[in-house]
């Protein structure tokens, strides 16, 4: 028996594949564009290839993120905080505030016993998520990246003054222009938005174990900055981008059990990897 | 000796007027650019070539805006708040309320019968509520600034921004301009997010009629147009919006230079 769990974020989807034993088979990452849905057929064409698998092998299939509605392929749609929660707690048992912070929103969830029991989640205004970074980069003239690499050279810290990520922008190109070292601006990028990440997260109240994933969280300056404006330890999970494709896998796998020992069918939608378009 | 000049230099335009006894005699407005400081010089420059002056015909000259330290020329500086209430007040004395859409904010003034500022709000951290929403926009649909009124005038359908985030708003007129929905409603829809942004700035001072509408914003005619049903009122238009706080700062080095 195998599960699978498709995660479309805005920037990035990923699946994951698992075997009864919870064993990753194989996992794949692909950056989201405009059609999800081909994309979601090519992203699973891989995985399954790189697993060995048919698409007919794999028992029950859980999309998650917000372009879930758009696997066709897919048993069923889970909310991606549901999906990080288990993914979260499945790799860190201990973890009781997730802080997720993705290209288009950021997520602060407390966790009990492996049970989401609240949140918070900011998809209204780019700077708090890591759209702000993606668009300073560019007007820096730098790679995303490197970023972490680079505010890491630091030598001192710089108040980025304008809290929307487009005057922010501005401000960036005028730093340079002044003769602002790079290093320090870009610092001081990840401390802009460590620090708006940081206010969210405190309105949940933050607890013990704190986890990190998303994409951001695979910039070790952002971490370090994150670190800084929480004040404790932050653990991050050696994939940050997969968790929640891995919870909907863990997901899948439980709602699958379970439906099987009380002898019940599961509903199964057609495992045709078809090329579907966006309008149908 | 009785040249006066205001120059109120902002964070995309630069702004400038020469008046005499109170009179409008030139105008003129660049591009802000990265130096504020040859701005300014450029803008005086030109003033005093329209009029066929020399510097030394000018009595004073007060700076204002954002880069208003980089007029190393003027006699003073002026905040832009009593700026913009004293340009609008001389060019619509019953304006009781004015809103302001510049690039990096929008201000709401309330006036006094004088013309003097009752109370103001600034709205400066956020791109979605000032008229930089608008450039964000006109870029994605290559379309010029000054374009951006008239066409979305002739949108039937406007579309439902789900977000107030310049940045988001602009990843989402991709999306609709794949999806081919016209130009038009993209930027009415634009025009529909601002005006409800700039409505309820106004709501919080309260609007007091009539209202007047000024800054680069007021050149939007659906922008205005928008506003006004939304607020459910007329605004007051002056011929030539960019240059009211400009005007203001003129006719503040008028009065500061015959009260001495």
Redesign the interface.
């Given at each position: 028996m195998y599960f699978a769990g498709v995660d479309i974020g805005s920037t990035m989807t990923k699946v994951v594949l698992m075997d009864k034993s919870g064993n990753l088979l194989s996992t794949v990452k692909g950056p989201t564009g405009p059609e999800h849905r081909q994309l979601a057929n090519e992203v699973m064409r891989q995985a399954l290839e790189q697993a060995s698998l048919q698409i007919d092998d794999i028992s029950y299939i859980v999309a998650t993120g917000y372009g879930r509605l758009n696997v066709p392929f897919a048993d069923r749609q889970i909310t991606e905080l549901s999906c990080h929660a288990r993914g979260v707690s499945s790799l860190f048992p201990s973890v009781r505030t997730a802080i997720d912070i993705g290209g288009q929103d950021a997520k602060c969830m407390k966790i009990d016993k492996g049970r989401l029991t609240n949140f918070v989640m900011n998809d209204k205004c780019a700077a708090g998520t890591g759209r702000f970074l993606e668009v300073t980069a560019t007007a820096l003239g730098i790679e995303l990246d490197d970023m972490g690499d680079i505010s890491l050279k630091a030598t001192k810290k710089i108040q980025i003054s304008n809290l929307c990520t487009i005057f922010a922008q501005q401000e960036v190109v005028a730093l340079l222009s002044r003769g602002e070292n790079l290093e320090n601006i870009v610092a001081g990028l990840h401390g802009a938005l460590a620090s708006r990440v940081a206010a969210l997260a405190r309105r949940l109240g933050i607890e013990p174990d704190v986890v990190l994933t998303g994409g951001v969280a695979k910039n070790t300056g952002m971490v370090r900055a994150m670190k800084g404006s929480l004040g404790c330890e932050l653990f991050v999970p050696e994939e940050p981008l997969l968790t929640g494709a891995l919870g909907a896998a863990i997901l899948a796998s439980e709602t699958y059990m379970k439906a099987v020992a009380k002898s019940e069918a599961l509903p199964t939608k057609s495992r045709r990897l078809e090329k579907a378009t966006f309008f149908s | 000796m009785s040249w006066f000049i205001g120059i109120d230099i902002g964070?995309a335009y630069s702004k400038g007027v020469i008046i005499k006894d109170f009179e409008l005699v030139a105008s003129h407005v660049i591009i802000s650019g990265?130096n504020y400081r040859t701005s300014a010089e450029a803008i005086r420059t030109e003033l005093i070539r329209q009029v066929n002056l020399s510097q030394d015909d000018i009595a004073n000259t007060v700076a204002t805006g954002a880069g208003a330290d980089n007029v190393y020329f003027a006699g003073q500086k002026a905040s832009d708040i009593v700026c913009t209430a004293r340009g609008v007040h001389y060019v619509f004395p019953q304006a009781r309320t004015v809103i302001d859409v510049a690039s990096?904010s929008t201000k709401v003034i309330r006036l006094s019968g004088e013309g003097k500022v009752a109370n103001f709000t600034v709205s400066e951290?956020?791109?979605?509520g000032s008229g930089?929403f608008i450039e964000?926009i006109a870029n994605v649909l290559r379309i010029d600034l000054s374009d951006f009124g008239p066409l979305s005038a002739r949108s039937k359908t406007p579309i439902t921004f789900s977000?107030?985030?310049?940045?988001?708003g602009e990843s989402e007129a991709i999306?609709r301009i794949?999806e081919g929905i016209p130009k038009e409603d993209i930027a009415a829809g634009v025009n529909k997010a601002l005006a409800s942004k700039i409505s309820s700035l106004v709501k919080k001072l309260k609007l007091e009629e009539p209202c007047a509408i000024c800054g680069g914003g007021a050149l939007n005619i659906a922008l205005v147009k928008t506003i006004e049903d939304v607020l459910n009122t007329t605004l007051l238009v002056p011929p030539n919006p960019q240059i009211v706080t400009a005007l203001g700062a003129a006719i503040i080095a008028t009065t500061s230079a015959t009260s001495e």
């Open positions: - | 964070s990265a990096q951290k956020c791109a979605g930089r964000v977000t107030g985030c310049a940045v988001f999306t794949s």
